[in-house]
C-alpha cells in the first residue's frame, strides 16, 4: 500500500467517528497535497537568524519587513503570480482566525506581521499569503517564513512548530555569531518528525574568515548528525550551506540544490512528508482514545459535574442569542463561537471538538434570524455529538458494547497502519 492509499485508507477509518472529525479533516488535507504535488517548504530557526532578510534575498526583492528585533509574529506564505499588463503583481491577503480576509498592499504587511505592530498577534491573524513573481516560486513551490523561536513571545515558537508541521522541507537557519544552542537542539528534535527534507542554512558568513567558518561548520555538522540521528551514507551526505543573506553570499548554491531536489526527488520528498505527518496523526489519536477512555472512568460525581458544567453553558448561550438586536451578522461570528466552544469542551472533557472554518463564506451577512438559527444549529449539534461521544444517559446496552466495539477495531487498523508507515518510512 502506497503513501496516498494508506492516506485515504486513514481518512475512510476516521469518518466513522465524531471523535475523530479533527483527523479525518487533516487527512483530508494531506490527501489534497499528494494530489496536488505542490512543495512547502518553510524557513524556520531562532530569533534573529535571518530567516526574513534571507527569503528576502531569494525572492529579489524586499517583500517582507526586517528590523533590529523580532519582526515576524505570523506565518506568511509567499507563492507565484505572473505580472499582468506591466503591473507589479505583488498583492497579500491577510487570513484572520475567524474565517475573514483582508486585501492589503504588501508595503503595509508590517501592521500584521510584525510583533512590534501586532504584538502577540492581538489583531488574529492565522497566516498571510504573499504572491509574487519570483522565478523561484515558478514551479508551484511555497515558501513560508515563519516566527523566529526562542524569543520572549512564547506563541512565536508555538506557530513555527504548528507550522512545521505542516511543510514538506525546512530551511533550517543557523548563524555563525551563535554557537547552536538548546533552544535550537531542543526544536530541531522536535520538527525532524515532520518534513521530509531539511537544509542547513549558516548565515552571517560574512562576519567570519575562512578558518573560523570551518571550526564553525564542522561543529555543527557533528552536532546535527546526533541530533537528527544519522547513520552511513546520510550522515556522509549531510551539507551545510554557507550563506549571507545580507550580502547575497552562497545564496544561489541553496537555491540550485532545492531547484534539483525537486526535479529529481519531489515525489518522494512530498510522499516522505506525507508519511511523517500521518503517523503523528494516527499516533496522537492512538493517545486521544486513550484519554477519552480514561475521561469515562472518572468518578461519577466528577464526570456529571462537568456534563452539568457543559448544560449550563449552552443554557447560557442559548439565552445570549434572545438578546439579539435586529440587524446584520456576519457570518464569522459564528466561527469565533465555534472556536470558544471547541476551548470550552476541551477544558472540561480533554479531547478536540473540531469545527471546519470555512472562509470563503466567513464574510457573508446573515439577517438576525437566520444567525440564531444557524448557532442554535451549532450548539444542538455540539450537545448531540458530546452526548454519543460519551454515551452520557445511553439506556440502550447494546449500542453502548456496540460503539465500544467499534473502537477497538480502530485501534487495531489504526495500529495496523502505524505498522504499514514505519517500514515505508525506513
Do not use: W
Amino acid at each position: 500500500m502506497n503513501i496516498l492509499d494508506t492516506t485515504i485508507k486513514a481518512k475512510e477509518l476516521f469518518s466513522g467517528f465524531e471523535l475523530c472529525r479533527h483527523q479525518e479533516e487533516e487527512t483530508r488535507k494531506l490527501q489534497e497535497r499528494l494530489e496536488d504535488k505542490k512543495v512547502t517548504i518553510a524557513v524556520i530557526g531562532q530569533f534573529k537568524r535571518g530567516k526574513t532578510t534571507l527569503i528576502n534575498t531569494i525572492l529579489g526583492a524586499p517583500l517582507l519587513p526586517v528590523g533590529i528585533v523580532p519582526i515576524t509574529a505570523a506565518i506568511t506564505r509567499i507563492e507565484y503570480a505572473e505580472q499582468k499588463d506591466g503591473v507589479d503583481s505583488t498583492m497579500a491577503t491577510v487570513y484572520f482566525t475567524n474565517g475573514l480576509s483582508q486585501q492589503v498592499p504588501a508595503a503595509d504587511l508590517h501592521a500584521y506581521i510584525s510583533e512590534q505592530e501586532n504584538h502577540d498577534n492581538e489583531r488574529g491573524v492565522a497566516e498571510v499569503e504573499l504572491l509574487t513573481d519570483a522565478d523561484f516560486l515558478k514551479d508551484g513551490l511555497t515558501l513560508v517564513d515563519t516566527p523566529g523561536v526562542g524569543s520572549v513571545h512564547e506563541q512565536n515558537s508555538k506557530s513555527a512548530m504548528d507550522f512545521a508541521r505542516e511543510s514538506d522541507g525546512v530551511i533550517f537557519m543557523l548563524s555563525v555569531d551563535s554557537p547552536l544552542n538548546q533552544i535550537e537542539v531542543d526544536f530541531l528534535r522536535k520538527v525532524r518528525r515532520f518534513a521530509g527534507k531539511f537544509y542547513f542554512a549558516v548565515n552571517k558568513i560574512d562576519r567570519v574568515d575562512e578558518e573560523e567558518l570551518a571550526e564553525y561548520l564542522d561543529y555543527c555538522r557533528d552536532l546535527i548528525i546526533a541530533i537528527m540521528e544519522l547513520e552511513d551514507e546520510d550522515a556522509k551526505a549531510l551539507k551545510l550551506l554557507p550563506v549571507s543573506a545580507k550580502k547575497n553570499m552562497g545564496v544561489d548554491a541553496l537555491t540550485e540544490m532545492i531547484r534539483e531536489d525537486l526535479v529529481n526527488k519531489g515525489t518522494e520528498i512530498m510522499e516522505r512528508s506525507v508519511g511523517l505527518k500521518l503517523l503523528e496523526i494516527l499516533n496522537n489519536t492512538r493517545s486521544q482514545i486513550a484519554s477519552y477512555r480514561e475521561v469515562l472512568k472518572m468518578a461519577p460525581n466528577v464526570f456529571n459535574r462537568r456534563f452539568k458544567e457543559m448544560k449550563t453553558l449552552m443554557e447560557e448561550q442559548r439565552q445570549q442569542l434572545e438578546l439579539l438586536e435586529e440587524g446584520q451578522y456576519l457570518r464569522a461570528r459564528l466561527n469565533e463561537e465555534k472556536a470558544f466552544l471547541t476551548r470550552k469542551v476541551r477544558e472540561l472533557f480533554g479531547i478536540e471538538y473540531y469545527y471546519y472554518v470555512d472562509r470563503d463564506d466567513a464574510a457573508e451577512l446573515m439577517d438576525r434570524d437566520a444567525y440564531r438559527a444557524e448557532l442554535e444549529a451549532v450548539y444542538e449539534e455540539l450537545e448531540t455529538t458530546v452526548n454519543r461521544i460519551f454515551m452520557y444517559k445511553e439506556e440502550n446496552a447494546y449500542a453502548v458494547a456496540r460503539r465500544i466495539e467499534d473502537l477497538n477495531i480502530l485501534m487495531q487498523q489504526m495500529r495496523k497502519l502505524t505498522r504499514q508507515l514505519e517500514t515505508n518510512l525506513k
